[in-house]
């Protein structure tokens, strides 16, 4: 009899095998390498900007953003003075890690202490791709409401990090803070939860803080 085999884990299973071959290059690098997950407009670029501001003249900092369309993102962060490289999926929901690895062939960044990896906007598809990152962060923002994390339970039960965006219109809404962190807990016993505003600057600081400090328990271990 044969055996069927399920042509996404097919795909996923080469995924992973690509992602590991990342993976040990960042570790061999030395680099931090984050993926960012979260709906459309919640303000992943927006973040990073301010985080970019804030670190640039520190560490040596660089991004993969993926989108289905333009080069805007990418431009955003270019104008910080950091370098970008624009996949365009051309309609994929998700970025996978040979898109990666090709999207670094062809940027041929300088050395980076930190790589941040913009997903597509989209809560779901981008969960199950490894990008060979060392962890991936989910943010959500306070205009979307504070259900998502049961009503999308996979990326907030594996991102190490949940970033709260948008803090800044917890005034004008009846988003529960205390709702979400409990929703977090469940699903990641161990994940942090930060909540930002890049408006405000609430809570960045934290958030670049956490970066350095992953950046440096990075460092200390063997490659
Ligand atoms: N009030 C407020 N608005 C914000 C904040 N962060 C981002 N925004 C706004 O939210 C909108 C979307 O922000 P982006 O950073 O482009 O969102 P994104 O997640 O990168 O969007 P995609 O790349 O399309 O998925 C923009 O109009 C931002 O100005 C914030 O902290 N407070
Ligand atoms: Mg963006």
């Given at each position: ?83 970008a490289y624009q996949i365009l999926t051309g309609g994929a929901c998700h970025l996978d890690a040979r898109q990666v690895h090709r999207a670094l062939d062809e940027a041929v960044f300088p050395p980076l202490d930190v790589l941040f ?98 950046l440096a328990g990075k460092r200390r271990q063997p490659a």
């Open positions: 009899m044969s055996e069927t085999i399920d042509p996404r884990q097919k795909i996923l299973a080469a995924n992973a095998a690509a992602a590991a071959a990342l993976r040990s290059s960042f570790a061999a690098a030395g680099t931090l390498v984050l993926n960012l997950i979260s709906s459309p407009g919640s303000g992943k670029t927006t973040l990073l900007e301010a985080t970019t501001r804030r670190l640039v003249q520190r560490l040596r900092l660089g991004c993969i953003e993926g989108d289905i369309a333009t080069e805007r993102d990418a431009d955003r962060l270019r104008a910080l003075g950091i370098p990896i913009e997903n597509v906007g989209n809560l779901i598809c981008p969960t199950s791709y490894d990008l060979g990152e060392d962890f991936k962060v989910a943010l959500l923002s306070v205009a979307e409401g504070d259900d998502k994390p049961f009503k999308y339970p996979a990326i907030f039960a594996r991102a190490e990090v949940t970033v709260i965006t948008k803090s800044d219109l917890l005034p004008y809404t009846s988003f529960d803070l205390d709702a979400v962190r409990r929703q977090v807990t469940t699903l990641n016993p161990d994940g942090v939860l930060l909540a930002t505003s890049s408006r405000t600057g609430e809570g960045v600081d934290a958030w670049c803080q956490l970066l350095a400090d992953r």
